[in-house]
């Protein structure tokens, strides 16, 4: 099938997650990436996980699908190689560190109709990477169980995976602009902003302005019913957003009469979201039981027909076990790694879903994109890969 942005090409020069993440989803979705790299790779060729073979499984999984361009960008000469790619294309995506030849205002010059866009850290052009953000913008001190005192990080680079969808999204404006008007754009997206933007959006600041500090709760859900459950073989996490989950949760557990005596007792109506959370504590008391008598299977059994949110804990090795059955997941024998299952695209068009193309080589199509591209006849893309400005060794 002809994918949606077929016929768009993007030179990305970039390294760790937001950028990459920001190519490869426009990749998936029929762009042709071309990841730009210094010869030898960039910092990230090597970040761990590591596969058997010592190939990084993190560099593979976000750039599946690209095509991969190597040069020598201390060079003046490989520099202007990139520079003749972008102004053939006319789209870079990037988080590199500006190079003379490839600033915004050089690459305009060559190309006056150039989308740019352009990840930092902080506006002010400071460095930053999302463990750092996240840091600065508060979530630690509310994460993590209610005794704890010292910060706790989260292991998901969120702000990484934010940026990079954000990123994605401000190129096909854009690009959007340019075919209506013919303009070109230079948008900046600083990893700082989109962090402090989410806390703005979802409340948390607001909340904090007037004068409500969030606590620390734990596993337990802020304004509602929701926390996990120690079981006879493991542990679920139980949630009640509305109503008929709270009835529904109340009539599969049998524990209607006591739920309403407690409401009498403390003056309360569960069916309030605010009350739910209010007496969290002592509505935990009354349903813990019920959960630590049953297995997860018994519980998933009577829980089957309510409209209760819930979910087993499973760790990674749990999750692999059933990869197969996740449509999701197709096999990919990746080269230098092997045959594993990877997910496709999570965007689905109609029914039809996007299946994953392995991540190429290093510099794998190096002298392809010089000749198709850039029409360098083979005996130069010799000449400039025996100069070591283009292409591995």
Known sequence: MTLPLAGMRVIELSSFVAVPLGGMTLAQLGADVIRVDQIGGGPDIDRW????????LYWAGLNKGKRSLTADLRSPEGRELVADLVAESGVVLTNAPPRDGLTYEALRERRPDLIHVRLQGRRDGGNAVDYTVNAAMGFPSITGPPDRTAPVNHVLPAWDIACGLYLAIGLLAAERHRLRTGEG???????????????????????????????????????????DFATADGRVMVVALTPRHWRDLVRATGLGEVVTALERALGADFRRAGDRYTYRDALAGILAPWFASRTCEQIEDALEDASVLRSRY???????????????????????IGAHLAPGSPLRLGETSLPPAPAPDLGQHTDEILQEVLSRPPDEVDALRTRRVAGEP
């Open 185 to 227: 754009q230079c948008l900046h997206v600083a990893l700082q902003d989109v962090a402090l933007a989410t806390a703005g959006n979802l409340g948390y600041l607001a909340e904090a302005q007037l004068g409500d500090a969030r606590p620390r709760l734990g596993n337990d859900l802020f304004g509602d019913f929701g926390r």
């Open 314 to 336: 499973r760790d990674f090795a749990d999750l692999t076990a059933d990869l197969d059955t996740e449509p999701l997941m197709a096999e990919l024998d990746q080269p230098g």
């Open 49 to 56: 996980p590591l596969a058997p073979s010592g190939r990084s």
